[in-house]
Nanobody, 118 residues
Framework: LVRLTESGGGSVQAGGSLTLTCTAS?????MGWFRQAPGKEREGVAL???????VYADSVKDRFTISPDYNKKIRHLQLHSLRPEDTAIYYC???????????????WGQGTQVTVSS
């Protein structure tokens, strides 16, 4: 059973930056991030395969970057130009499949809070 550990959440002002890190206990083909804001449905943010293929939500393209660590068990999510609407709990996910937001990910992290103030 893959275990995911997240770190790096926090509070920043609008326009600021954060880096989230997800570490998996075992290799997974696809790893990435979802988020859930208060009162809203959970949504995909970014996914990255071990081959380098990535997908981003339209709302974060050109502001967020997902990247792997050399051992492929880690995914970093760099968040730049943060906006108040980026405030959410960010969850790391891992799995196989097509590595799309519509995949049924079986493994989720505990979540890390990102708060952006205006």
């Amino acid at each position: 059973l893959v275990r995911l550990t997240e770190s790096g959440g926090g509070s920043v002002q609008a326009g600021g930056s954060l880096t989230l890190t997800c570490t998996a206990s075992e290799y997974s083909f696809c790893m990435g991030w979802f988020r859930q804001a208060p009162g809203k449905e959970r949504e995909g943010v970014a996914l990255l395969t071990s081959y380098g293929g990535s997908v981003y939500a339209d709302s974060v393209k050109d502001r967020f970057t997902i990247s792997p660590d050399y051992n492929k068990k880690i995914r970093h999510l760099q968040l730049h130009s943060l906006r108040p609407e980026d405030t959410a709990i960010y969850y790391c996910v891992a799995g196989g499949g097509a590595c799309r937001f519509t995949d049924d990910f079986a493994t989720w992290g505990q979540g890390t809070q990102v708060t952006v103030s205006s």
